[in-house]
T-cell receptor
């Protein structure tokens, strides 16, 4: 149980375009989901906390107009990187919070902006 | 400020040898504590967690961790390492009502035959 999926697993897009990443909790409902960014050989940096039915809470330094988060249901949160630039290339990981405050992580999405 | 420190960036052990990965935390109160493992290009898998109670916690894949309040530590151990244990290990604190999960920088484990 407690499986989280992400789609796509890899995506390549051109500079200036937008890309959407989906995060789904497959066998449980998650009021709260989190979006992290991980640079090569580094730890996870929390970008934002996504709560179902309300606006996401962004961490300091994260542009909310660039990284749009929508948590429309208890099993789905989406992250849209708008007007992507090469410096947005990274590994994006989502997690969903379970009933015991555990976070269950998705497999990650590798974004490459050319 | 709240923080999680993993002093060892990279550790190499021989297959079959014992393992201890260190984790220290700085937190206002006793936090929820977690150990996650990440294989290359993959997400994070929860190995074990500590919320309260028994300070020795058993996890999956033969891992255990001991919470020591006096040392603000939550070290991960395994008595006999397998080659498949080679991965990146992250210690984390917080979560839920305690606020955002704070990750250490990770320790890369290599296993030599």
């Amino acid at each position: 149980g407690a499986v989280v999926s992400q789609h796509p697993s890899r995506v390549i897009c051109k500079s200036g375009t937008s890309v959407k990443i989906e995060c789904r909790s497959l066998d449980f409902q998650a009021t709260t989901m989190f979006w992290y960014r991980q640079f090569p050989k580094q730890s996870l940096m929390l970008m934002a906390t996504s709560n179902e039915g309300s606006k996401a809470t962004y961490e300091q330094g994260v542009e909310k107009d660039k990284f749009l988060i929508n948590h429309a249901s208890l099993t789905l949160s989406t992250l849209t990187v708008t007007s992507a630039h090469p410096e947005d290339s990274s590994f994006y990981i989502c997690s969903a919070e379970g009933s015991s405050y555990e976070q269950y992580f998705g497999p990650g999405t590798r974004l490459t902006v050319t | 400020a709240q923080s999680v420190t993993q002093p060892d960036i990279h550790i190499t052990v021989s297959e079959g040898a014992s393992l201890e990965l260190r984790c220290n935390y700085s937190y206002g109160a006793t936090p929820y504590l977690f150990w996650y493992v990440q294989s290359p290009g993959q997400g994070l898998q929860l190995l074990l967690k500590y919320f309260s109670g028994d300070t020795l916690v058993q996890g999956i894949k033969g891992f255990e961790a001991e919470f020591k309040r006096s040392q603000s530590s939550f070290n991960l151990r395994k008595p006999s390492v397998h080659w498949s244990d080679a991965a990146e290990y992250f210690c984390a604190a917080g979560g839920g009502s305690q606020g955002n999960l704070i990750f250490g920088k990770g320790t890369k484990l290599s296993v030599k035959p």
